[in-house]
T-cell receptor, first 111, second 116 residues
């Protein structure tokens, strides 16, 4: 079983739609949860970061963590064509521990 | 914010030659850098962890003699792909942990290596 599972998609939505991206994980030691956005042939850029359970909102983006279910989500409201990218979830137990990435979900927002 | 500069962004080389990829932390000191490999439509696979002034730690299955990592200063880590073969063609990305931030992993822009 992989440490982090993420549906690779691809996912296509019309402009303005609400997008839901999800990851599940198996390691209960994970406490730091991140979402990265990666445009084609570019390095990932940090989009959202959450510590432990709860919600975090930043503009059109909302990250949710449910540690009891080992499930994290990223919601994008009013999606824009510029949101088209691959979204990777990542998590860590913190300290000197490494990041574990999901496979990434490729999202296309159609104008 | 913390920036990691990675060069070159793309390189084409002949089989059997070596290629060096550089990652520099521009406005912070990176005692630890990570090197990843990413195949098309796949996630990032950690290859090795590079620590300034000491030997890199390689993940299982990664040949340390083929992927030479040097982290000689607090702002520079290099990955050299030696005797490259077509199967080494991939997207290589470095990242650095911004000290004291659990979530502060900053990534370089990546290097697309094509071995012909």
């Amino acid at each position: 079983q992989k440490e982090v599972e993420q549906d690779p998609g691809p996912l296509s939505v019309p402009e303005g739609a609400i997008v839901s991206l999800n990851c599940t994980y198996s390691n209960s030691a994970f406490q730091y949860f991140m979402w990265y956005r990666q445009y084609s042939r570019k390095g990932p850029e940090l989009l959202m970061y959450t510590y432990s359970s709860g919600n975090k909102e930043d503009g059109r983006f909302t990250a949710q963590v449910d540690k009891s279910s080992k499930y994290i989500s990223l919601f994008i409201r009013d999606s824009q064509p510029s949101d088209s990218a691959t979204y990777l979830c990542a998590m860590s137990a913190g300290g000197a521990n490494n990041l574990f990435f999901g496979t990434g979900t490729r999202l296309t927002v159609i104008p | 914010g913390a920036v990691v500069s990675q060069h070159p962004s793309w390189v084409i080389c002949k089989s059997g030659t070596s290629v060096k990829i550089e990652c520099r932390s521009l406005d912070f000191q990176a005692t630890t850098m990570f090197w990843y490999r990413q195949f098309p439509k796949q996630s990032l696979m950690l290859m090795a962890t590079s620590n300034e002034g000491s030997k890199a730690t390689y993940e299982q299955g990664v040949e340390k003699d083929k992927f030479l990592i040097n982290h000689a200063s607090l702002t520079l880590s290099t990955l050299t792909v030696t005797s490259a073969h077509p199967e080494d063609s991939s997207f290589y990305i470095c990242s650095a942990r911004v000290h004291s931030h659990h979530y502060g992993y900053t990534f370089g822009s990546g290097t697309r290596l094509t071995v012909v």
